[in-house]
């Protein structure tokens, strides 16, 4: 029986789901999309994020680990949740030597990083340094649900043969909480994503750092900007890097995922950034600047094997800071401790 099976028998036996459990199979079962041998986020997989565009994402983010590390002395660890293929925490280390080690629930991706570092399936008990996580709370399952006449009502998954279909169903009251307090007023008709889980991993990882900082990138926006997302809502699917089909109908076979609502998870502590102003602060754009001179000197020089390599450097460094890609992520930086 394949994974769209399996989940038609559930919703037979024990009727429709919720969507954060759909999303929860579909993602982290073994037949799911992190859950197999296949290891997902690489630059020949299915999405494309910072970290396998660049190592420069890596060496970047060293400077903010090494900055923390002086302030705050020894003991000092780094953590890197979803770290996948290992392409963030790779050329950090490289650039920056700490203790580090990796929290990974994908099979395919702890094997890889565990060539590199440590690696555990859930968070330290205790982590007195940096947590990293880029392109995590995005992928944590969520509920969903649609404004009708003025309420809330929640797109549960049931099953009509042998296809999956939204179904109404009432908001739970924590769905409902959520709601009311993070969506902001959405127009009727509009859907959003409820995610619980993101708030919940920021609270386990609060929890977890004695001192230090959590450093958070991913795509989203405060709930005001993204209200006008909210007309189609912004659940979407990803494979081989484009657009993949609606979430239902090949489950397993996609990412699932949408864009993170950071005004849910803004603690006290917390400052909110663009990508591309953070890592500028970082250095990035100096390096930029460099790597341009650098490839007009070589240019000059005809030196023209040096010339590629540092054209594609800078090609790098500029779509890692895009305006309107990945320079538009989003930094959530929670800061505990003095
Ligand atoms: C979109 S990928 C990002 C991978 C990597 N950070 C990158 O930027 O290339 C999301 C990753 O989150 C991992 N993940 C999901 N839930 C997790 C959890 N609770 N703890 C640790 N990793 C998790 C998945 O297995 C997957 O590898």
């Given at each position: 029986m394949n994974l769209k099976e399996r989940i038609i028998e559930e919703i037979s036996l024990s009727g429709p789901m919720p969507f954060e459990r759909f999303m929860e199979v579909s993602l982290y079962d073994p037949d799911g999309f992190f859950g197999g041998a296949k290891l997902r986020s690489e630059k020949a997989g299915d999405f494309?994020?910072?970290?396998e565009?660049?190592?420069?994402?890596?060496?970047?983010?060293?400077?903010?680990?090494?900055?923390?590390h002086q302030r705050l002395g020894d003991p000092f660890q780094l953590v890197e949740v979803a770290a996948g293929s290992g392409s963030l925490i790779r050329p950090l280390l490289e650039s920056y030597e700490v203790p580090a080690s990796a929290v990974e629930v994908s099979p395919a991706a702890r094997e890889s990083l565990a060539k590199l570092v440590p690696v555990t399936s859930e968070l330290p008990e205790s982590v007195r340094g940096v947590i990293l996580a880029n392109e995590l709370l995005d992928n944590l399952p969520m509920a969903?649900?649609?404004?009708?006449?003025?309420t809330w009502r929640e797109r549960w998954v049931g099953a009509e043969g042998n296809e999956l279909s939204f179904v109404d169903a009432p908001v739970r009251p924590e769905v409902e909480a959520w709601l009311d307090e993070y969506a902001g007023p959405v127009d009727d008709g509009g859907w959003v994503e409820v995610q619980l889980a993101a708030g919940e991993w920021v609270r386990e990882a609060i929890d977890a750092l004695t001192e230090g900082s959590i450093l958070i990138f991913d795509y989203g926006d405060?709930?005001?900007?993204?209200?006008s997302r909210r007309r189609d809502g912004t659940l979407r699917?990803?494979?081989?890097?484009?657009?993949?089909?609606?979430?239902?109908d090949e489950p397993g076979e996609t990412d699932i995922?949408?864009?993170?609502?950071?005004?849910?998870?803004m603690v006290p502590g917390a400052t909110l950034h663009r990508q591309d102003e953070f890592l500028s602060r970082l250095g990035l754009r100096d390096r930029l600047s460099e790597l341009r001179h650098a490839e007009l000197e070589a240019a000059r020089d005809g030196a023209e094997m040096e010339r590629l390599k540092l054209r594609t450097l800078k090609t790098e460094a500029e779509t890692l800071l895009h305006p309107r890609g990945l320079g538009d992520f989003r930094v959530l930086e929670i800061v505990v401790g003095p």
């Open positions: 494309l994020t910072s970290p565009v660049s190592s420069l994402f890596g060496e970047t983010l060293a400077r903010y680990v090494e900055q923390a969903l649900a649609q404004r009708m006449d003025g405060t709930a005001e900007n993204l209200l699917t990803y494979r081989s890097h484009h657009l993949g089909p609606h979430p239902l995922t949408a864009d993170v609502n950071f005004s849910a998870l």
